[in-house]
């Protein structure tokens, strides 16, 4: 008979409908993302005021600014004096009345044309403005660069003298080492040659010596005729 098929338990799922979520009283940790580090430029060399160019332009800006606030000022007056005069023309309708409001809405478009060309100057003087402190700038960063390029000739002079003691420290090491390596081979060529002269002189003197002993050689009469007598000296 084939063998009876093991039941399996059918796996419990969550019902239709039912939200999953955290269990009550458990507490979800969130990770935070580290926060990106910001890649920035590097400070720029701060922009010096005591330049006189960078000055002058500076009070060129402020005195214009204060120029077209006036006249801003002149112009909302002029505006308010324009309606005064136009709302009394319209009521009055007289000759005189249209010529005030002639004059004051005159005085309007006088005051927009000033405020325009002081707006023209102002825009101008920004523009300087700007220049001498990009030249301010250029000048701070020259003499930035100026020092240093100065400390690090200065760290340079300083790193060269310790090279060099370190440099005449093995030097003469070295060359000491091979001085005293080469006297060495000299004065044991010297002592060799000193005492194969003195071995000679030594043995010159022990030739000398032995001879003496002995003594002075007797002189031989061999080959001469007896009873010849030497002639006489004229």
Do not use: C
Request: no cysteine; net charge positive; glycine share 4%.
């Amino acid at each position: 008979m084939p063998a009876a098929k093991r039941k399996v338990p059918a796996k419990r799922g969550p019902k239709p409908g039912a939200k999953r979520g955290p269990k009550p009283g458990s507490k979800r940790v969130v990770k935070k993302a580290a926060p990106a580090a910001k890649r920035g430029r590097k400070p720029a060399a701060p922009v010096s005021t005591d330049d006189a160019s960078l000055k002058k332009a500076v009070a060129a800006v402020v005195k214009a600014e204060a120029a077209v606030a006036k006249e801003t000022k002149s112009l909302v007056a002029a505006k308010k004096k324009a309606a005064v005069a136009a709302t009394k023309a319209a009521k009055t309708k007289t000759a005189a009345a249209k010529k005030a409001s002639a004059s004051a809405k005159a005085g309007v478009a006088k005051v927009n044309v000033k405020i325009k060309t002081l707006k023209e100057a102002l825009k101008a003087a920004k523009v300087s403005h700007k220049v001498a402190e990009i030249n301010a700038k250029l000048k701070a960063d020259e003499m930035a660069n100026a020092t240093k390029a100065a400390e690090y000739a200065a760290a340079l002079a300083s790193k060269a003298e310790a090279d060099l003691a370190k440099a005449v420290a093995a030097f003469s090491a070295k060359w000491a080492a091979k001085r005293k390596k080469s006297d060495a081979a000299k004065a044991k060529a010297f002592a060799k040659k000193q005492a194969t002269k003195e071995k000679a002189t030594a043995k010159k003197a022990s030739v000398k010596i032995k001879a003496l002993e002995k003594g002075p050689a007797k002189k031989s009469t061999r080959g001469r005729k007896p009873g010849r007598k030497p002639a006489a000296a004229k």
